[in-house]
């Protein structure tokens, strides 16, 4: 163990003049440097079933040919009976606005009316395009709700933008936290965008020429776009000034004519959310739903249905997809499970008896392992 270990240091944790040590376990490199800037791409894993028969070669980190029995599919093997043209039937997954990353950058830089989803603005607090006090409050909720009476589509958000204006010499620093609500549900039932975090986005603020407004835009690109029923996204300001100011709690009207005070006030003019809408048949995707869960109630045998099976097992795998990005040793939010909750309207025993049935099909008939997701709904 000792020379592998020492083999497979000098293999993948030996880049850019950098060392480090890989670990079996976690495979990956603990750099010497602090910085990931030693580690090389890893191989994928070769063995049976639904792991890699044989590594690509352009790009060693992934699949390049699959076990009898399972199909490529980015980089990755799955059930080669997994039928995912039929899945469209259900969800269009696959739509013509699927377009490539700097393809997406262009038309965002653009605004490109293409990408715009219909979104209502909702806020107690504040109005777009008026100045106001950040400091009033504790944060400040800006609410951007699909439209709910397309319930024949599912909504995905693919980006954002805002156009905030301060002050000449501003002394607040605008920070945003944004939430989404997958399928709609209370605010509990939805999750927060962790920028800048496991390789996720950040916010790209753009100065416009000869004003004090900026274009904030956060591009989600293929990689992490998601489905979207509500965004919420919070204001909380960073002051940069003297402490004794700091603890006003500037609770009064907006003085514009002050130029203490006016320095700090900052207005927010637009709020776009970018993405498309996906074809989504509910009565379709809820008659197999409860063959299943009818089945799986009166004690049957749910595995003659292998078709609806395997159907629903595709769907609730390219939907998990789609969840935010874990933190290492975290599992995947449940995303489906929402969907049957909110969009199919079926109560907590029905969603557990479903996702107990595919469970049990997976490990037993599939002889795949157990996929571990985190509750979200």
């Keep these: 163990m000792q020379w592998l270990n020492r083999v497979q240091s000098f293999l993948y944790c030996n880049e850019n003049g950098f060392w480090g040590t890989f670990l079996e376990s976690q495979r990956t490199c603990v750099c010497h440097t602090g910085a990931n800037l030693c580690q090389r791409p890893i191989p994928c894993i070769i063995g049976g079933n639904n792991s890699c028969a044989m590594c690509s070669l352009a790009n060693i980190s992934l699949c390049g040919s699959c076990n009898k029995g399972f199909k490529l599919y980015r980089g990755r ?56 006090d950040p400091r009033w409050r504790k944060r400040m909720s800006l609410t951007l709700k699909s439209n709910k009476n397309r319930m024949d589509y599912l909504h995905m958000v693919i980006g954002l933008s805002m156009k905030i204006c301060q002050m000449r010499n501003s002394s607040i620093e605008p920070m945003f936290f944004v939430y989404i609500n997958p399928f709609s549900g209370s605010h509990s039932e939805g999750w927060n965008m962790p920028f800048g975090e496991h390789g996720y986005p950040r916010w790209e603020r753009v100065r416009l020429q000869n004003t004090q407004c900026y274009n904030w835009t956060l591009l989600l690109g293929n990689r992490w776009k998601t489905f979207f029923e509500t965004v919420h996204i919070y204001l909380r300001s960073r002051a940069k000034l003297p402490t004794t100011l700091r603890n006003e709690t500037a609770q009064g009207p907006v003085d514009l004519s002050d130029p203490a005070k006016r320095q700090i006030y900052i207005k927010i003019s637009d709020v776009q959310v970018y993405g498309y809408s996906l074809r989504f048949n509910a009565d379709l995707l809820r008659s197999a739903v409860q063959q299943v869960n009818q089945s799986y109630t009166q004690g049957t045998q749910f595995y003659s249905s292998s078709s609806v099976m395997l159907l629903l097992l595709d769907i609730r795998d390219r939907i998990n997809r789609l969840a935010p990005p874990e933190a290492p040793g975290k599992p995947q939010l449940d995303l489906f499970s929402c969907m049957l909750k909110h969009r199919l309207k079926l109560n907590n025993s029905e969603v557990i008896r479903v996702n107990h049935a595919l469970d049990m099909y997976n490990t037993e008939i599939l002889k795949q392992s157990d996929h571990l997701t985190a509750k979200l709904c």
């Design 77 to 132: 093997c799955e059930p080669q009976n997994v039928d995912s043209e039929r899945s469209e039937q259900f969800i269009s997954f696959e739509t013509d606005l699927d377009f490539q990353d700097l393809e997406l950058k262009y038309l965002l830089q653009k605004m490109d009316s293409r990408l715009y989803v219909h979104t209502t603005f909702i806020s107690n607090e504040i109005r777009l395009d008026t100045f106001f």
